[in-house]
C-alpha cells in the first residue's frame, strides 16, 4: 500500500514511461483536500499526451465560500451536468447524507461509463456509502473496476469506506491526498 503523496503530473510519468502504473488505484483523503482536483489534473495531463481517458469527475459548487453542490463530468465527451444539491428543494432525487442526486444525470452517467472499457485511464470520482452500501449510484463503474477494462484506473473513495474497496480490489494500490503544509485552507 503506497501512502506517499504523488503529484498526477508524477503519477502520469510513471504511467507513460513505464507502463508501470497499472491496475486499481484508491485515491482517498479527508473532504475538500483536492482529491478532485487531483484527479481532474491527472486526466488533463493524459488527454494532453493522446491518452484515452474515461470516466466521471464531480467538481464541487461553491456559493459564498460554501459547497452547495457538484457537478458531474464525463471525461470522454466533456459533458457538464448539475448533479447534486444541498437542499431540499428537490425531495424526489435521491438523498444520500445531506445531499440530493439528480436521478437522470446518474442513469446518463451509467450510461455513459459503459463506453469506458476499454480506455487507458479510468476515473471514477467517486464511489461511495451508494455503491457499496446500496448497491446504487455509479454501479456501472462498479462493473468496470471488477472487469478490470482498462489499463489504469484511479478511483476516489473515502477514508472511511477505504477497508470496503480493499476487500473488494484487495490488489489495488492506496494514494493518500493530503492538504500541501503550504496550503492556507
Known sequence: MNNTPISPASMLAKVIKKKAIEGIWLISGERQVGKTTWCSSLARQAKAAGWKV??????????GGEKVGFDLIDLLSNVQYHFGVSDSAHPDWIKIGDWRLNPEVLAWANQQLKHCRGC?????????PLEFKHN????EGMKLLDDKAF???FVVIRPELLPLAR???PQ???????????DPG
Open 54 to 63: 474515461g470516466g466521471l469527475i464531480t467538481p464541487a459548487v461553491f456559493s
Open 120 to 128: 487507458e485511464l479510468f476515473i471514477l470520482d467517486e464511489l461511495g
Open 136 to 139: 446504487q449510484g455509479f454501479h
Open 151 to 153: 489499463h489504469a484506473a
Open 167 to 169: 476487500d473488494r480490489w
Open 172 to 182: 489495488a494500490g492506496v494514494i493518500e491526498i493530503r492538504k500541501e503544509t503550504n
